[in-house]
Antibody
Framework: EVQVVESGGGLVQPGGSLRLSCAASGFSFRSYDVTWVRQAPGKGLEWLSFLSKNGVYTNYADSLKGRFTISRDTAQNSVYLQMNSLRAEDTAIYYC??????????WGPGTLVTVSS | QSALTQPASVSGSPGQSITISCTGTNNDIGNYNLVSWYQQHPGKAPKLMIYEVTKRPSGVSNRFSGSKSGNTASLIFSGLQAEDEADYYCCSYAGGSWVFGGGTKLTVL
């Protein structure tokens, strides 16, 4: 069964850092691209970042301004989102989604990140 | 990238057919046949309902269909059911990135 599960969310102070993890089962991130999407409380979905299945190509939303970095560990079959210089407006549920060509076919349950002092 | 434009809410009665629109630009919807739609129930993760404008994943009811004309995509419900009540988001590839719509809350009366 295909599953993705996010972890690593929590409460962090403004200016702090957090690393989110996305673990896959039932498939390999060597065979599929992956995308991070977030959803602020009561708001819509926002595309954040993409990592190609060969691990070479990455892309980020302009709004992140270089604060976030996507990476992976193929041995662990996991993808990560390193988030630095966090702001209150980064408070959201963060979703990892398996990416099949140009759409997101399997989503994790999400992990909540709260940025507050 | 600006968000795609969706109506904030739509409603319909059981058995009724309704459409949710999603308007973008020549840089996203108008340039690619790569629109997808996602259903999200409260407190749940999004679920893929339509991809590549008109295709349905295995397991998604054929009551859901999609279309596109110019810079506007549409999600069509044929015969609303109570369980269709949810938020719906369109998404388009935009040349190396993706852009979502603001979401539409569907209420089944």
């Amino acid at each position: 069964e295909v599953q993705v599960v996010e972890s690593g969310g929590g409460l962090v102070q403004p200016g702090g850092s957090l690393r989110l993890s996305c673990a896959a089962s039932g498939f390999s991130f060597r065979s599929y691209d992956v995308t991070w999407v977030r959803q602020a409380p009561g708001k819509g979905l926002e595309w954040l970042s993409f990592l190609s299945k060969n691990g070479v190509y990455t892309n980020y939303a302009d709004s992140l301004k270089g604060r976030f970095t996507i990476s992976r560990d193929t041995a662990q079959n996991s993808v990560y989102l390193q988030m630095n210089s966090l702001r209150a407006e980064d408070t959201a549920i963060y979703y990892c989604a398996r990416t099949q060509w140009y759409y997101f076919d399997y989503w994790g349950p999400g992990t909540l990140v709260t940025v507050s002092s | 990238q600006s968000a795609l434009t969706q109506p904030a809410s739509v409603s319909g009665s059981p058995g009724q057919s309704i459409t949710i629109s999603c308007t973008g630009t020549n840089n996203d919807i108008g340039n690619y046949n790569l629109v997808s739609w996602y259903q999200q129930h409260p407190g749940k993760a999004p679920k893929l309902m339509i991809y590549e404008v008109t295709k349905r994943p295995s397991g998604v009811s054929n009551r859901f269909s999609g279309s596109k004309s110019g810079n506007t995509a549409s999600l069509i419900f044929s015969g609303l059911q109570a369980e269709d009540e949810a938020d719906y988001y369109c998404c388009s590839y935009a040349g190396g990135s993706w852009v979502f719509g603001g979401g539409t809350k569907l209420t089944v009366l």
